[in-house]
């Protein structure tokens, strides 16, 4: 984990000799994944950066938290990734496999924790499952057909479901973005997050940019209205 001062890398051990400081140059570490936290003070700082323009532009809290949110939740997936990866791989050798991944697809698709990129992920993945099933269902058709009876059944039976599982991938990619989705994190998280950025490295000048509301109007004269209507 790199230090934001001095840009030194610290591992584990180097961050526990040195009780959460850089081994450099001495600055405290805020965020550390070892100790539970959900990412690195890089992360953060990187954050801050880019939502400021290199704090050259004010931000709100709320608009930090969504900046923060998108981040979050950008880097979420490779997890799921990985369980794709390998229900794919089991799909294509075993049939138990094959119905594993489409279970576990159809649920992460329909997950409110995952956003559309991991839910086109999964999509995809059943459009493709559709397909070796369908290409499945011609390979044993060929294979058995000395028996025609069980060949048309096979193939009746393959082409069926991978047209199927197709037509649901391609279903739930027109609809993806109108499943609606959990926020990864609570604003009083980044509340906490934020104060313990301060205590360490001093207030953040671009942010909690003063909000300006506009004056209530009581009343319009109609003269006003006919005016804008022309």
């Known amino acids: 984990m790199k230090c934001i001062q001095c840009d030194t890398d610290n591992n584990l051990k180097e961050r526990t000799a040195s009780q959460g400081r850089c081994k450099n140059c001495g600055h405290p570490f805020v965020f550390d994944p070892k100790a539970g936290s959900r990412f690195t003070d890089g992360f953060f ?18 608009q930090f938290f969504y900046a923060l949110e998108r981040r979050l939740v950008r880097k979420s997936p490779a997890s799921t990734g990985g369980l794709l ?50 290409l499945g269902g011609i390979f044993f058709c060929i294979l058995l057909s000395e028996i025609p009876s069980v060949a048309a059944f096979i193939f009746l039976v393959g082409i069926g479901a991978g047209l199927l599982l197709f037509y649901l991938g391609k279903n739930q990619l027109e ?24 205590q360490v490295n001093g207030a953040i000048g671009s942010y909690r940019l003063p909000t300006r509301r506009m004056p209530r109007l009581q009343s319009v004269p109609i003269s006003l209205l006919i005016a804008l209507t022309e």
């Open 85 to 134: 990866a390998l229900c794919i791989i089991l799909s294509l050798f075993w049939g138990i496999g094959r119905i594993i991944f489409i279970m576990v697809a159809v649920v992460e698709i329909i997950s409110r924790k995952h956003g559309p990129q991991t839910r086109r992920f999964y999509a995809r993945g059943l459009q493709v499952c559709g397909g070796l099933i369908a």
């Open 45 to 62: 700082n990187n954050t801050l950066k880019a939502i400021s323009a290199e704090n050259t532009l004010y931000f709100t809290p709320k």
């Open 175 to 198: 609809r993806i973005f109108y499943i609606p989705q959990s926020l990864y994190i609570r604003p009083s998280e980044v509340e906490r997050w934020v104060h313990s950025w301060t």
